[in-house]
C-alpha cells in the first residue's frame, strides 16, 4: 500500500468533509434568519448567502495541496501525516467557520447592521485553514 497516496486522498476528503459540515452549519442558520425575516413582511437579505458558502473554500484549499502532494518526492509517512493532519485542520476551520457564518448570518438578519465585523471573523476562521495550505506546502519544500 502507498502509504503517501493515502495521505494525498485524505487531505482532500477530509477539508471536503469540514467544509460540508461548516455550509450546513451555517446554511441552517441562513434559511432559518430568512424565515424569521419573511414572518415579520421584512426582505430577506441575500448576503446571508456568503455566510453559509463561506466554509467551501476549505475544499479548494485541500485539493490545492492534494495537488503539490501528488508531484511530492516525500516520505510516504510524512505524506500521510501530513494529509490526515491538514486534512483536520482545514476541516476544523470550516466547521469553525461554519458556526461564526451562523452567529454572523442571525445577527444580520435581526438588526440588518454589522456585516463586516461578522465577515471578519468568519475570515479568522478561514486564516486556520489558510496557514495549514501554506506551512505544508513549505514543508514539502
Do not use: H, R
Request: charged fraction near 5%; include cysteine; glycine fraction near 14%.
Amino acid at each position: 500500500m502507498n502509504f503517501g497516496a493515502l495521505g494525498t486522498a485524505l487531505v482532500m476528503g477530509i477539508a471536503a468533509i469540514g467544509s460540508a459540515i461548516g455550509i450546513g452549519i451555517a446554511g441552517q442558520s441562513s434559511i432559518g434568519a430568512w424565515k424569521k425575516c419573511y414572518m415579520v413582511n421584512k426582505a430577506a437579505p441575500f448576503i446571508l448567502t456568503v455566510f453559509a458558502g463561506a466554509p467551501l473554500t476549505q475544499t479548494i484549499y485541500g485539493f490545492l495541496l492534494m495537488q503539490q502532494m501528488k508531484g511530492s518526492s516525500a516520505d510516504p509517512a510524512f505524506l500521510l501525516g501530513l494529509g490526515i493532519a491538514s486534512g483536520l485542520a482545514m476541516a476544523f476551520s470550516a466547521i469553525a467557520q461554519g458556526k461564526a457564518g451562523a452567529a454572523g448570518a442571525d445577527s444580520l438578519a435581526e438588526t440588518g447592521k454589522g456585516f463586516s465585523q461578522y465577515i471578519t471573523v468568519v475570515g479568522l476562521c478561514e486564516t486556520v485553514a489558510l496557514f495549514a495550505l501554506v506551512f505544508s506546502m513549505v514543508a514539502l519544500g
